[in-house]
């Protein structure tokens, strides 16, 4: 472990120091290993990578987010210590940026959902992306908002990004664009001027699926629609 970085008040990005150069697609996860008093064998977990597999390191970010009366989760969060050693196996997973086809992209992400998403707009801003890439993230406040700084300086820096906040209890909240849960009058809004093209769906599984069903109503089929249900 060489860094832990406080993404909110219950999330963390554990910043890890491979043996190796970690070869790994934009979406992707590694699982973590804790040994867990009582139990015969480590308990393991998936987290998401939130870096950029370019250019290519042996270091890499994963981002946890705190599941209250979780086994893994807590320790992650608030139980370690730069210098540590965790156990990872990876990478896996099919939930992943198309790197052959550039063309219009939505993401949509809430949560530790935004960890993957993360990672492909890392990606898409160090390979030189330049078709419309629109985010719309959820989260209850501000300082529940995964990387809205970074997002924040992004969005100045790139013009085919655009980021939409919608922040659900802080009503007063200047600086999202919306103060409800993400439905669909906020996803067309987005898709419609963008022609949007394909669409990554990260978060928990109403959300998810909610989005799903909304993006299928607005014309975009399901080969189209990528989606990772977090829980």
Known sequence: MIAILQEAPDAVTLRLSLAEVA??????Y??????IPGRPRPIQRA???GSSPVPASNVIDIGVKETPGGLISPILVNGLSVGDSIEVRG???????DEEVDRPTLLVGAGSGMVPLMSMIRYAAATGHDSAVRLVCSASDFNHAFYAEELALLDRR?????????????????RAAHHRRIDAGILESVVRPAAVERAYICGPPAMVE??????A???LGPEAILTEKFN
């Open 23 to 28: 070869r790994f697609r934009a979406g992707q």
């Open 30 to 35: 590694y699982n973590v290993r804790i040994p």
């Open 47 to 49: 987290y998401s990578i």
């Open 91 to 97: 990478p896996y997973g099919r939930f992943v940026w």
């Open 158 to 174: 790139h013009h085919w990004l655009s980021v939409t906040h919608c922040i659900t209890r802080d009503p007063g909240e200047s």
């Open 210 to 215: 909610d989005a799903s069903g909304s993006l």
């Open 217 to 219: 109503a607005l014309g």
